[in-house]
């Protein structure tokens, strides 16, 4: 069983930057692919960006391409999303996923087997 922990939400003002964790554990910690997803009130979950774990395939939604960075350090069982150029419309809980299943659509909720709590991120005008 894979559990994830999210961390590093925040308040930030539009234009600025925050970093978000999800550390991963378990017995068999390391899946093929992990993202993160987020919810805004009123909103459905959306894709945000997914990374493959052994090969560092990345995908982003285009809402976030260039803005965002998913990211992971040699040896860490640790995902990273650095969230750079924030808007109003960024505000939303970010929840880390993760799947054992490879060769699919990343930005298909359905296919994350394993999800964190979810961490607030609220972005000012």
């Known amino acids: 069983q894979v559990q994830l922990v999210e961390s590093g939400g925040g308040l930030a003002q539009a234009g600025g930057s925050l970093r978000l964790s999800c550390a991963a554990s378990?017995?068999?910690?390391?899946?093929?692919?992990m993202a993160w997803f987020r919810q805004a009130p009123g909103k459905e979950r959306e894709f945000v960006v997914a990374?493959?774990?052994?090969?560092?395939?990345?995908v982003y939604a285009d809402s976030v391409e260039g803005r965002f960075t998913i990211s992971k350090e040699n040896g860490d069982d640790t995902a990273y999303l650095q969230m750079n150029s924030l808007k109003p419309e960024d505000t939303a809980v970010y929840y880390c996923a993760a799947t054992y299943r490879d060769n699919i659509d990343y930005e298909l909720e359905s296919k994350f087997d394993y999800w964190g709590q979810g961490t607030q991120v609220t972005v000012s005008s």
């Open positions: 378990g017995r068999h910690f390391r899946t093929f692919v």
């Open positions: 990374i493959h774990w052994s090969t560092g395939n990345t």
